[in-house]
Nanobody
């Protein structure tokens, strides 16, 4: 499967952004989809995931501010980010787990940059 992100950009602290990801190719093999982020000098970390059935999981740092959603018919996953903080600045990667995998992510997008200005 191939994952292509869209959205992102720059926003003032307290503002909102929405980033989306479209999956193509072997999409029948996808189970979990999600978003990870990597800030400069830091390791990539989980932001949020969502299963095909709609079960979600969020990092503590984004709970109550970010919402992940998924359109199984369109094979897209979206991350609505509200009340953004400068520390949310990072490259955000879309990721997906194959149906045969138990953990981790098998597919990754190229990433989209989100910059939050103080």
């Amino acid at each position: 499967a191939q994952l292509v992100e869209s959205g992102g950009g720059s926003v003032q602290a307290g503002g909102s952004l929405r980033i989306s990801c479209a999956a193509s190719g072997s999409i029948f093999s996808i189970n979990v989809m999600g978003w990870y982020c990597q800030a400069p000098g830091k390791q990539r970390e989980l932001v949020a995931t969502i299963t095909g059935g709609g079960r979600t999981n969020y990092a503590d740092s984004v709970k109550g501010r970010f919402t992940i959603s998924r359109d199984n018919a369109k094979n897209t996953v979206t991350l609505q980010m509200n009340s953004l903080k400068p520390e949310d600045t990072a490259v955000y990667y879309c990721a997906a787990r194959g149906a045969s995998s138990v953990y981790g992510m098998d597919y990754w997008g190229e990433g989209t940059l989100v910059t939050v200005c103080a």
